[in-house]
């Protein structure tokens, strides 16, 4: 019997956007406790440009898992094509979205079929499309996780402690920088949604977008330093990182934290002084939690922006959108289903 293929894009090495090929490679089978998903749609992350780039070990593995060629991505909406016999939770035709096997390189989706974990997915949202259910599970599992409830026992890779989340309530202020993203805007929803007041910080086109998301403040950092008129926050979370990210900690009251979703730069003795703390986690998946984000998702209380959408043939354009910034929600690659698969 012939192998059945399907359209993928792979990495034979690594690079810039350009080396990101369309071409044809066999559907996987999917293996026990997997679903075989026809993908409809494609997040795209920043870990699939780290991957695209070089970088083949997530932090805290000791080694590279990653083999050329292999297929980028983690997030993916789709519909389930085929259930192994011991998976009882899925069948086939159920519509389904999931951050796929992370943290590892392993997710590849970035192809028309997908073979998934059935514990990582959950039932899509019915009143959302596939290309903004593609856009959620990384970005708001990574705001659920930081913000919500961590979900798991897996020991960070970035801290010692475990890391725990702030109560959101009417009496917080909570500053997101790099609001306008995949993570922030997802995040200042979320906060929003347990009645903290959000200050929003962006550049000052994303204004009118994080204002009706429910941004009680913006600030536009090509316009003035946030550091310097903000005080007396309960939590800062910074999706920006880097060695600027210390500047967001004199925001702070007395007893505050500061998540940095990306690494930063920090000085213990600083934070001691200042009396708060800088806690960080690591996302993984989890189709449990990313089935409670769904229903807020299903009811409209949480909504996924895309920036721009692109044929998965266009991987390479989505790539190069990525790297110019300033993005406004999430990039998502579509997967067109008129085309017979061999």
Known sequence: MPTRTMRAIRLHEHGGPEVLR????????????????????????????????????????????VGLPVIP???????????????DRLDVGDEVFGL???????????AEYVAAPATDLARKPAGIDHAHAAGAPMAGLTAWQFLYEVGHDHPSPFQEARHHPTALDADTTVLVNGAAGGVGHLALQLAKRRGARVVAVASGAHEAFLRDLGADRFIDYTRSRPEELVRDVDLVLDTVGGP????????????GAQFPVLPGEFDAEETAKLGVTVSSAQ???????????????????VRVATDSTFPLA???AAHERAARGHVQGKIVLTVSQERAVS
């Open 22 to 65: 369309y071409e044809e490679v066999p559907i996987p089978e999917p293996g026990p406790g997997e679903v075989l998903v026809r993908v409809h749609a494609v997040g795209v992350n920043p870990p699939d440009r780290y991957l695209r780039e070089g970088l083949t070990r997530m932090p805290g593995e000791t080694e590279s898992t």
């Open 244 to 255: 600027d990210s210390r500047r967001f900690l004199r925001t702070l009251k007395r007893g």
């Open 314 to 316: 266009d991987a390479r």
């Open 100 to 110: 796929l096997r992370f943290p590892s390189f392993d997710g590849s989706a970035y």
């Open 283 to 301: 996302v993984r998946s989890n189709g449990a939690q990313l089935a409670e984000l769904g229903r807020l998702l299903d009811a409209g209380t």
């Open 73 to 87: 991505g983690t997030d993916v909406s789709g519909v389930v094509e085929a259930v192994a016999a011991d998976v």
